[in-house]
């Protein structure tokens, strides 16, 4: 009985089949990008999720020489992993809120103390303290002509109210008339005379009666102020610009609460059935897609390996901060080391705003203990730790996880800082390393990382 023979794979004549494979992997690549653009609003869920699974990853294969049952595993590394964060957000938040409710109590006082401090500071130098002081005034007239509250702007006269008979006075004081009060021949009959005070001023019958804020407060020069209030003035409008939008700071809040719960979620399920996952993926290479998926998948495994490579950078790196900072706030003689010191290695990893998050607890401790000196030696000191971590840990250790230059790295998280904001200073890194390191070589050219 004769075989049936399998079909011959079609092939195309060149270079026809050139301008096909690469057709088909600009057809990939795009529908790729594609569907990441449309996902855009979830790109925190999608990379909550990974790191989260990636740190349980880990934990799993650590003990799979000590426990043998890989569901037992990913139950009891997910336990650990969610009772740390439990008990870190128990531990840090009543000291936050406690920190915070003695600033609002004391708040007017130490902006006050600010200010003189501050004011103090630049009267030192003549030429900045003036034209400091030349452009808060620009800036208060921009302020009241935005508003309407420049003196005598948009003032419209009121019309007079309808006259009404007053009996005549009393036998023993003269009656005065109008004429007889008129001014002498020559004079300007606009200038007002000095009323009696033992008679009421007659009015005209064309004039309503006196203003209170004219007759009790005239109008005065505007006065250059004595002092400069910019700590006043920049907490005033943070807290305007709050106010009035509550709505939009309400939904931000919540998203990221909702992003923070669900990568939880899903990255214990994805740890939980990673074996069936990696089973039913790989099947898709033997469907009518299987084109993509032997495009894209060993590109997406090794992005993933270069980003989990990142995360361990980062990790040193928050490591190094922390101890840094710790050693600072005990030579400052800080309360509250440790949480102050959770505090900064949880905030590391959040880039740019972390920075913000994890000096605002220690700058309120500061001002409390010892006033404006203080607050502005704490300032001095996360300035110095963070310049360190920004021109000399990131590179080095960057460079020594990734086999990147350091030069190279800190021109990367520059330029993708500048471009990209925050996305920019976290996949950074990654994506040039995978497209230096893997993209743009041959398969048998390309490192192996594990």
């Not at 007889?180 to 005379?193: I, S, W």
Request: one cysteine or more.
């Amino acid at each position: 009985m004769v075989e049936p023979r399998e079909p011959a794979e079609k092939t195309l004549p060149p270079p026809w089949d050139r301008i096909f494979s690469l057709g088909t992997r600009l057809f990939v690549w795009g529908l790729l990008i594609a569907v990441l653009w449309i996902l855009q609003p979830f790109l925190l869920l999608v990379f909550l999720t990974f790191v989260f699974a990636y740190v349980q990853a880990h934990g799993v294969d650590g003990l799979a020489h000590r426990i043998k049952n890989r569901p037992l595993r990913v139950t009891i590394v997910g336990l650990v992993f969610l009772g740390t964060l439990l008990a870190t957000g128990f531990t840090l938040l009543p000291n936050v809120k406690e920190q915070a409710d003695q600033f609002l109590e004391n708040k007017d006082r130490y902006i006050a103390d600010a200010d003189r401090e501050l004011n103090k500071f630049l009267k030192q130098y003549p030429t900045v303290y003036e034209a400091l002081i030349k452009r808060s005034e620009a800036l208060s007239e921009e302020d009241e002509l935005a508003t309407g509250g420049l003196p005598g702007a948009g003032h419209v006269p009121h019309a007079s109210p309808p006259r009404t008979l007053t009996p005549p006075p009393p036998p023993t004081s003269p009656i005065h008339t109008p004429t007889e009060q008129a001014p002498a021949t020559g004079a300007d009959p606009t200038t007002p005379l000095q009323p009696n005070p033992l008679q009421p001023t007659p009015q005209s019958p064309t004039e309503g009666p006196p203003r209170i804020d004219e007759a009790v407060t005239p109008p005065q020069a505007p006065q250059k102020p004595a002092e400069l209030h910019a700590i006043r003035d920049l907490v005033r409008k943070v807290t305007t610009s709050i106010a009035d939008k509550p709505v939009e700071i309400g939904q931000s809040v919540l998203g990221y609460a909702s992003s923070f719960l669900l990568s939880l979620l899903f990255s214990f399920l994805i740890v939980l059935d990673l074996p069936k996952i990696s089973r039913g993926i790989g099947g898709l290479a033997h469907t009518r897609v299987g084109f993509i998926y032997d495009e894209v998948a060993d590109n997406i495994a090794g992005f993933g390996r270069v980003l989990g490579r990142a995360l361990e950078a980062q990790l040193f790196i928050a490591v190094c901060n922390t101890i840094l900072t710790a050693i600072g706030i005990w030579a400052m003689g800080l309360p509250n080391l440790l949480v102050l010191s959770a505090i900064v290695f949880f905030c590391s990893f959040i880039p740019v705003a972390g920075t913000f998050i994890s000096s605002t607890p220690i700058c309120l401790l500061a001002l409390q203990d010892g006033g404006v000196t203080y607050l502005l030696l704490a300032i001095g000191l996360i300035c110095v730790i963070h310049a360190v971590e920004t021109y000399v840990l990131n590179p080095q250790i960057y460079g020594h996880h990734m086999h990147m230059n350091p030069v190279l790295v800190l021109i990367v998280l520059t330029i993708g800082g500048k471009l990209f904001g925050v996305w920019g200073l976290v996949l950074g890194i990654p994506i040039v390393n995978y497209v230096f390191r893997h993209a743009i070589r041959r398969p048998e050219d390309r490192p192996v990382e594990t």
